[in-house]
Nanobody
């Protein structure tokens, strides 16, 4: 079955960096766009970044442009989110997502907390 497993979250000071990973299984990873979303307490889930199946096209929310980089390794079936210059407002649970036909699949999420 489809599985998405995120890792790499944690507590970091403002200005710091983290790299999130999402390991995928159960589908043909190299054929699918992949997305990172986040959800802060009391807020709706928002799209942070997405990457095309081959990795050649990426897109970012305005709030993270220039600070976050999405990438993928199709051989490892893993998508990454490199987060630099982190701000307190980046605090959220981060989820990776894949859409297969009409269905959305989500990982369990990984908590990112940016605080001094």
């Amino acid at each position: 079955q489809v599985q998405l497993v995120e890792s790499g979250g944690g507590l970091v000071q403002p200005g710091g960096s983290l790299r999130l990973s999402c390991a995928a299984s159960g589908f043909t990873f190299s054929n699918k766009f992949m997305r990172w979303y986040r959800q802060a307490p009391g807020k709706e889930r928002e799209l942070v970044a997405h990457i095309s199946s081959g990795g050649g096209t990426t897109n970012y929310a305005d709030s993270v442009k220039g600070r976050f980089t999405i990438s993928r390794d199709n051989a490892k079936k893993t998508v990454y989110l490199q987060m630099n210059s982190l701000k307190p407002e980046d605090t959220a649970v981060y989820y990776c997502n894949s859409r297969l036909g009409p269905n959305d699949y989500w990982g369990q999420g990984t908590q990112v907390t940016v605080s001094s």
